[in-house]
């Protein structure tokens, strides 16, 4: 069975950085976890899901909201079955709970669109205190 497990969130001031984690495991999920693309989403209370980025099969392809670009990294090591997420500056209006998702098999390089993902983790809170 597909799990997706996210870590790294936590409470922290603006300005500060965190490294979001989200491991893959299942037998299958695990070995064919090269072929997925992956994205990372948001959620804020009273929001909807949000995608903040996403990475193509290989990792070659990212593509970010605007919202966060040049401030997130998004990266995948499919030697180690994790994708990351790097969040620089963090402010306040980046506080929500942080999904990682892996793509339907037809979005080679991931996303927009939260509907196209197939798998999701549980999700870690990150919190940004001003």
């Known amino acids: 069975q597909a799990q997706l497990v996210e870590s790294g969130g936590g409470l922290v001031q603006a300005g500060e950085s965190l490294r979001l984690s989200c491991a893959a495991s299942g037998r299958t999920f695990s070995t064919y976890f090269s072929t997925y693309a992956m994205g990372w989403f948001r959620q804020a209370p009273g929001k909807e899901r949000e995608l903040v980025a996403r990475?193509?099969?290989?990792?070659?392809?990212?593509s970010y909201a605007d919202s966060v670009k040049g401030r997130f990294t998004i990266s995948k090591d499919n030697a180690k079955n994790m994708v990351y997420l790097q969040i620089n500056t963090l402010k306040p209006e980046d506080t929500a709970v942080y999904y990682c998702?892996?793509?339907?098999?037809?979005?080679?390089?991931?996303?927009?669109?939260?509907?196209?993902?197939?798998?999701w983790g549980q999700g870690t809170q990150v919190t940004v205190s001003s």
């Open positions: 990475i193509s099969y290989s990792g070659g392809v990212t």
């Open positions: 998702a892996a793509a339907r098999a037809r979005y080679s390089t991931g996303s927009d669109n939260a509907a196209d993902y197939v798998y």
